[in-house]
């Protein structure tokens, strides 16, 4: 088993230094891209991405930047490989991690990319799975330093679903330093584990409108994730008072900024006229995917001073 190098499975991978770190560097890579400077650092590195779930931004985001960087990656879809066709993940880790520089897993289950990490050579990241999505929440926080400076001390209300998202932030809370209030329904709250160990910084109410009241940051996602969709017309139902409307904004700062890990579905979670309004800063949100990751991937590969 390979356990020194270092891997992003979670957030809690991360120093909270690290982490500043990062979301400082995506900015700084993001600037540079803008001016037109060559800078590439990954030359004939080679990034394997698996995904086992389908993807527009992740795909898009984590193979611009492997280019942009210099490097190259490979696109291996569950067609495309043995991964959960009979191969045990372990031999999949053990053969490409002797072929690749790192490796990208956008699947199912925590446990998949965990155990990949376990056995791989090289660096693992979590592109995405059912109980987590780091680099989407660091895109989200390089955001709002963008936009509003450190988070740390702020308030973030999340409404909908206790998901994959709703989690990462939970642990964005105690990384960050940041209070986060959660607006769900009954029976859809985020695991209890991560709850505990967020601790005093995450409250879990019922009620949106007071999740949203003097919010510095108003996020949601939908409301069926990609492995729910039979459930989506009893979904839509049970999470019809939890759209983020004008009036729910209203409840927030009066400053507040709104984001959706996109693909939103107006008249659903978000109202058109928030999505659309002065305070959703969900492009630069999703463009942010590409360059935190590119600060992700430099602090994976590149060697430090």
Request: net charge negative.
């Amino acid at each position: 088993m390979q356990a020194t190098c270092r891997h992003l499975l979670s957030l809690n991978d991360l120093t909270a230094e690290e982490a500043r770190a990062l979301l400082a560097r995506g900015t700084e890579l993001k600037a540079m891209h803008r001016r037109g400077e060559d800078y590439r650092p990954l030359r004939y590195r080679t990034l394997a991405m698996i995904f086992e779930k389908s993807s527009t931004r992740t795909r898009v985001s984590f193979e611009a930047g492997m280019v942009q960087l210099g490097g190259h990656a490979l696109f291996l879809s569950a067609r495309d490989t043995q991964l959960g066709r009979g191969e045990p993940v372990e031999d999949a880790a053990r053969v490409l991690s002797r072929m690749v520089d790192a490796v990208m897993i956008r699947t199912f289950e925590q446990t998949t990319v965990e155990r990949f990490a376990a056995y791989s050579q090289v660096p693992v990241i979590n592109g995405l799975t059912n109980r987590l999505h780091p680099c989407q929440v660091l895109a989200d926080l390089q955001t709002y330093f963008e936009h509003r400076g450190d988070i740390r001390g702020r308030r973030v209300a999340w409404i909908g679903d206790g998901n994959n998202m709703c989690q990462t932030y939970l642990e964005a809370a105690r990384l960050f330093d940041f209070e986060l209030r959660v607006g769900c329904p009954a029976g859809f709250e985020p695991d209890a584990d991560l709850l505990a160990a967020a601790g005093e910084r995450c409250t879990v109410l019922h009620d949106p409108l007071a999740a949203a009241a003097g919010a510095d940051l108003i996020a949601t996602d939908v409301w069926a994730s990609m492995h729910q969709e039979g459930e989506h017309a009893a979904r839509a139902a049970l999470f019809a008072p939890y759209q983020v409307s004008e009036a729910l904004m209203a409840c927030a700062a009066p400053d507040a900024l709104f984001m959706h890990c996109l693909p939103a579905h107006r008249g659903e979670e978000v109202a058109a006229a928030v999505i659309d309004g002065p305070q959703s800063v969900v492009w630069d949100e999703a463009e942010n995917r590409l360059h935190v990751q590119k600060a992700l991937l430099e602090f994976l590969l590149v060697p430090g001073p």
